[in-house]
């Protein structure tokens, strides 16, 4: 499905903005739930399950990366845009 907004215009340098917000979020996010996941307080002590402390962080850290996956494809697409527009 296309669509076209009216009188939008994303630039190449926000383009690129976009992406890089997208890359930082997959370089940054990942290894903040890698250190969650390694704290003593995202597990019980005695029965090993998981905490309320890693439950909220996996679903910030995945909101986090769904919303950078967003920016990034759209600064892909925007990027795309004005590469044409410049032909």
Known sequence: MRCHTPGVMLSRRWAGFLVLVGVWTWVIWPR????????????????????????????LIGASLTIGTVVGVLGIKGFRAAARDRD
């Not at 739930?33 to 307080?41: C, E």
């Not at 399950?49 to 439950?55: A, K």
Request: no cysteine.
């Open 32 to 59: 903040f739930g890698k250190a969650i996941w390694d704290d003593p307080r995202s597990w019980h002590g005695d029965t090993g399950s998981p905490t309320s402390f890693l439950w909220i962080h996996a679903l």
